[in-house]
Structures are given as C-alpha cells and as structure tokens.
Antibody, heavy 121, light 107 residues
Framework: QLQLQESGPGLVKPSETLSLTCTVS??????????WGWIRQSPGKGPEWIGT???????YYNPSLQSRVTVSIDPSKNQFSLRLSSVTAADTAVYFC?????????????WGQGTLVTVSS | EIVLTQSPGTLSLSPGERATLSCRAS???????LAWYQQKPGQAPRLLIY???NRATGIPDRFSGSGSGTDFTLTINRLEPEDFAVYYC????????FGQGTKVEIK
C-alpha cells in the first residue's frame, strides 16, 4: 500500500491562496493507472471532496469549488498538489490527500493523515 | 448536487448489539453509486462499502449495506468495541458528496 503525506502551511490569511502538497512513498505514482484526490473536513462536519487528478493530468473538481481550485501532478517527484485561491474562514479544515482503491475514482481507500489549515489574519 | 441526509445523528448501543444506520438522498442515486466510510477520532475515513453492498478489501462480514434509489442502510451486526465511530455515506453518481455522519457510541 502506498503511503501519502500532506505538507504545507498550517495558517493562511484571508483572500490568499492555500497551497498543499501530497508526497507519495512506497511506490511510483507512474506505475499503473491511478487517480489522486483531495478531500477536506471542517470541524464536526462530513468530508467534502475538492478535486481529483489522473496520472495523465485529467482533472475533476467539485462544482462548488471549481472556480478557486487547481490540482496538479508531478510524477517525477512522486507528488501532487492543491491550490485554493481567495480563501475565507469557511475554508478552515483538515485537508486530506487520498488515492482511490475501488472500481471508481471516487472510492478513496488510501489516505494521508490529514493536515489542519486555519484561515485567519 | 445530491444532498445526503443521515439518521440518526447519534446511535447509543452496547457491544454485541446490531446497528442500523440510514442514508437518504435528495434524488435517485444511479448506477448503485453509494458508499460508506468509518472514521475514528484523529484518523482519516476508512472505506467500508461501495456499490451499495460490496465490502472493501479487509472489511469484516458483520458490515453490510443495502438499499436502492434514495434510501440506503448500513447494518453492523454484533458490534465490536472497535466499531464505535462515526459513519458517513457518500454518493458518486453526480459529483461526489458525503452525508453529515452518524455517530455510533457506547451505551
């Protein structure tokens, strides 16, 4: 099983851009046909899917966040990244990177531990 | 967007009892694209069930899923101590959304 680890600033100012990176270890991102996703969870709430990217670079975004989200991939570094622009306090959440393991790209069976991002001045 | 509403919010049960969790969708979930996850405090969600009733790899058979259309159920037979957690349903038929969760707590 691949291991995933999120990294990035834990504090972001309102109106700025949140940037996180997920580093994959225990194997190559380029081996096989994979998708890679970002999910967030605000305190006391259910998870919210943010976006997904495939090894070929195809992206799928949550329509409610699409105008502010960019997911990119760098297989040579075994990393994929999230950028969320114009953040507000409502974007405060634990952000997870994850890999689907089921028969559909939405079925996330392999997760990072998550990283808390707080939006505050 | 398909909104998923889970009930009850909290279920208080004893080990060995059966848990029945409900997930209702605001519109029909097509292609059986309904999954369930378990989450314990401080951990990431864990995929339990996909396609309404298929257990993910390594999930014990005391977990089962059922339902169709807009109404779905997760049943946990003979609750074990490690089953006390929060459970989320997810639909992946129209974008991908999660419910707000049901907490299964020890009575």
């Amino acid at each position: 099983q691949l291991q995933l680890q999120e990294s990035g600033p834990g504090l972001v100012k309102p109106s700025e851009t949140l940037s996180l990176t997920c580093t994959v270890s225990g194997g190559s991102m380029s081996s096989g046909t994979y998708h890679w996703g970002w999910i967030r969870q605000s305190p006391g709430k259910g998870p919210e899917w943010i976006g997904t990217i495939s090894n070929s670079g195809s992206t799928y975004y949550n329509p409610s966040l699409q105008s502010r989200v960019t997911v990119s991939i760098d297989p040579s570094k075994n990393q994929f990244s999230l950028r969320l622009s114009s953040v507000t306090a409502a974007d405060t959440a634990v952000y997870f990177c994850a890999r689907p393991t089921g028969p559909h790209p939405a079925l996330f069976g392999n997760w990072g531990q998550g990283t808390l991002v707080t939006v505050s001045s | 967007e398909i909104v998923l509403t889970q009930s009850p919010g909290t279920l208080s049960l004893s080990p060995g009892e059966r848990a029945t969790l409900s997930c209702r969708a605001s519109q029909t979930v097509t292609s059986s694209y309904l999954a369930w996850y378990q989450q314990k405090p401080g951990q990431a969600p864990r995929l339990l069930i996909y396609g309404i009733s298929n257990r993910a790899t390594g999930i014990p058979d005391r977990f089962s899923g059922s339902g169709s259309g807009t109404d779905f159920t997760l049943t946990i037979n003979r609750l074990e101590p490690e089953d006390f957690a929060v459970y989320y349903c997810q639909q992946y038929a129209d974008s991908w959304t999660f419910g707000q969760g049901t907490k299964v707590e020890i009575k």
